[in-house]
Nanobody, 124 residues
Framework: QVDLVESGGKSVQSGGSLTLSCEVS????????VAWFRQAPEKEREPVAA??????RAYAESVKGRFTVSRQNPNTWDLEITSLKPDDTAMYLC???????????????????WGQGTQVTVSS
């Protein structure tokens, strides 16, 4: 059992930057993936970035070059977002599963543990 808590969401102007954090408590298995998803009102939850226990990273095409996922310490994974756009407005959630990325992002149903999310609002 692991618990995830996201933080860092806020209201920002278009073009700005922010960093979201996902703090994980509990035992992490030897192999895992930590992913970031986002969900805007009336839209499907979509994966935007992931990092696994080997350090492999994957990004959605729509965010490549602007989103960077990293591990800050043994229990915290960050998502840095630059050049924010109004379309980035969403609830951002982190999630954990017990196998690696294997080259691509996958859907929400592959993930076992979820945080409650942190809201990002970008104004033009």
């Amino acid at each position: 059992q692991v618990d995830l808590v996201e933080s860092g969401g806020k209201s920002v102007q278009s073009g700005g930057s922010l960093t979201l954090s996902c703090e994980v408590s509990g035992r992490m298995y030897h192999e895992y993936s930590v992913a970031w998803f986002r969900q805007a009102p009336e839209k499907e939850r979509e994966p935007v970035a992931a990092i696994d226990s080997a350090g492999e990273r994957a990004y959605a095409e729509s965010v490549k070059g602007r989103f960077t996922v990293s591990r800050q310490n043994p229990n915290t994974w960050d998502l840095e977002i630059t050049s924010l756009k109004p379309d980035d407005t969403a609830m951002y959630l982190c999630a954990v599963r017990w196998w690696p990325i294997r080259g691509t992002l996958t859907e929400a149903s592959d993930y076992v543990y979820w945080g409650q999310g942190t809201q990002v609002t970008v104004s033009s």
